[in-house]
């Protein structure tokens, strides 16, 4: 079955940057788009960034756009989020996610499969 792996959450001051890995195994990169998402306390998960099969179509929330860099490498197996200048309102949970179709969604409910999520905390 196709596992989904997050790692590179932490603490960090605001302003700071983090990376962030999603290591898969199975099928996923045979195909699949990959997106990440995030859900802070009491609200809706919402799409971070997403990244086609192929690596050249890039999805990005307003919230993000200018400041996080989506970028996948498929002979390693591992999709990347490069958060930079970070703000405390992207405290959340970061989740990877996967999609059984080689092309973007927007929508959590079009990812079939998800890892297990990694803290992201932005202090002020």
């Known amino acids: 079955q196709v596992q989904l792996v997050e790692s590179g959450g932490g603490w960090v001051q605001a302003g700071d940057s983090l990376r962030l890995s999603c290591a898969a195994s199975?099928?996923?990169?045979?195909?699949?788009?990959m997106a990440w998402f995030r859900q802070a306390p009491g609200k809706e998960r919402e799409i971070v960034a997403a990244i086609s099969w192929s690596g050249f179509t890039t999805y990005y929330a307003d919230s993000v756009k200018g400041r996080f860099t989506v970028s996948r490498d498929n002979a390693k197996n591992t999709v990347y989020l490069q958060m930079n200048s970070l703000k405390p309102e992207d405290t959340a949970v970061y989740y990877c996610?996967?999609?059984?179709?080689?092309?973007?969604?927007?929508?959590?409910?079009?990812?079939?499969?998800w890892g297990q999520g990694t803290q992201v905390t932005v202090s002020s």
């Open positions: 996610a996967a999609r059984r179709y080689s092309v973007i969604g927007t929508k959590a409910r079009e990812y079939d499969y």
């Open positions: 199975g099928p996923t990169f045979s195909n699949y788009a």
